[in-house]
């Protein structure tokens, strides 16, 4: 790694960078005001409304004694030990608090748990592996698949499937070896199959190859009639569509096969300017995005670090831009496409390097470890000189933000073109995403609201109707008016139709819910 340096102090320039990444995301992670970006996410939390469709919410505890016996998992009530944890999400402030937990350990216990919890006129939230839960699962049953995470790998056809609650380490760990590449998001903590039916925006992959869900080749399901199903797009074409797009909405998804992709490395890494140069970086950011091939994926993110002794000292405590890049030509190449980033302001630091794809996850530096956040997103149909002043009145220097992150993402290429396999994915016409999070306790949780508030309030003029399904928040979309124009009244109308087939009672609406058709 060559160390391109503003700065020339004492820090760690170790082999292909991947080292001083790791630093530096312990050391955001331990900062009580860690900032990191959140990648492409999946996990499934709660819904409002808990009496949809003849479901009536149980206030008071149920007998799960006949469960409990007839599954090979463990189940968990309020008061129980073990509760907290089984319970536990990445994001601190906002645990599950079902009425049950059921700890699935075979196909066959979320068979009988969704059957339980029609039975009962429960609601049924799915925990897998991912960071965003969606809101409180009250009056739920909870199915955590933590004890499902088995991946196998067909080499031959470049073939993966992947269980429950498999995170994507798990999937690099088995694929990279063989020189094989998943469709993997920014970070490697995150469950694959929440991301992949949330579309799976994937950070090296995706513009080059379009949205990973798009890749995933059959699901193994288990609707609300309690019955375990594998669908492909020929068994279930009009299932198989509404899955791939609506998160937990038909179902408890408890494995997929993708494809895989012969790609063995990336040129990739960070680029960290002072947030005083937001002006300068933003703008040329913005238009040198326009310029570049498909092969090459950026983001961008408004910054303020904590002053952790544990970072390298030029970023300790600093108000910055982090450009992320991450190229699959040579490194020749990308040295030649991003040389006029490097020119926008000083540099204070870069991690720029020609990575194993195995460490393609370093790029973006997301948290490993649970943290207290709150979040917003919001799709743009463009960014011009107008927005950059927009984002500088919010969050750039003497804006008082409170926020930890502001990030954008340019999409483009493959994520815009139409699948070969039709699917929900609502985003494919959105330039940029922008995802903002503020983090602390839960006290600190009103004000990072409305300092999200403001920012979303302030980028609307330049907002898409649509935006990323997997950066949702639990403030967001939050009934069928917003749903419908998250979909568009043309997709959200086919949903609603296959919802009332599959899901007529809405079992599953512990999420960002597409109600059944009336």
Known sequence: ????????????????????????????????????????????????DHQRKGLTAMAVPIDTAELSGALTGPTFVPGQVGYDEECSTYNLL????????????????????????????????????????????????????RRMSGVSLDVEAASVRV???????????????????????????????????????????????????????????????????????????????????TKGNFGVVTAVEMRVFPIT???????????????????????????????????????????????????????VLHTRIAFLGSAAEGNRLIEPLRRLAPLIMESVADLPYAQ??????????????????????????????????????GSGSTLASVEIRALGGALSREPLTADAIPARAVPFQ?????????EQAPANRVALAELIDRLRPWGHERRMVAFLSPDEATDQSAIRLLYGEDLYARLAQLKKVYDPANMFRINHNIAPAT
């Open 163 to 245: 269980q429950g609650a498999a995170l994507w380490q798990d999937v690099l760990d088995a694929v990279t070896p063989h020189g094989l590449a998943p469709m993997s998001g920014s970070s490697s903590t995150v469950g694959v199959i929440g991301y992949l039916l949330g579309g799976g925006q994937s950070p090296t992959l995706g513009r080059h190859l379009g949205w990973a869900a798009e890749h995933v080749t059959a699901i193994e399901i288990v609707t609300a009639d309690g019955r375990a199903r594998r669908i492909t797009a020929d068994s279930d074409p009009d299932l198989f569509f509404a899955v791939r797009g």
């Open 94 to 145: 906002t645990p599950l608090r079902p009425v049950v937990a059921v700890g699935a350990a075979t196909v066959a216990d979320v068979e009988k748990a969704v059957r339980f919890a029609a039975a009962n006129g429960l609601a049924v939230a799915i925990r897998g592996g991912g960071h965003i839960v969606a809101a409180p699962s009250d009056n739920s049953l909870l199915i955590t698949m």
């Open 1 to 48: 790694m060559t160390c391109r340096p503003a700065y020339t102090e004492d820090f760690s320039c170790d082999d292909v960078g991947v080292v001083t990444l790791r630093r530096l995301a312990q050391a955001f992670n331990a900062g009580s005001t860690s900032f990191l970006s959140f990648g492409s996410v999946a996990a499934v939390g709660s819904a409002a």
């Open 360 to 397: 393609a996850a370093t790029i973006h530096m997301d948290p490993p470890s649970p943290i207290p956040y709150v979040d917003r997103s919001i799709g743009l149909r463009e960014l011009n000189a107008e927005t950059v002043e927009a984002f500088y009145e919010v969050a750039g220097p």
């Open 265 to 319: 490395r990336v040129f990739g890494g960070g680029l960290w300017f002072s947030g005083d140069d937001l002006r300068p970086v933003l703008n040329g950011w913005r238009r040198w995005a326009a310029t570049v091939p498909e092969e090459m994926t950026s983001s961008i993110a408004i910054q303020r670090l904590p002053p952790d002794p544990a970072l390298p000292e030029p970023l300790r405590g600093v108000f």
């Open 434 to 442: 922008v995802f903002a999070f503020g983090v602390g306790p839960l």
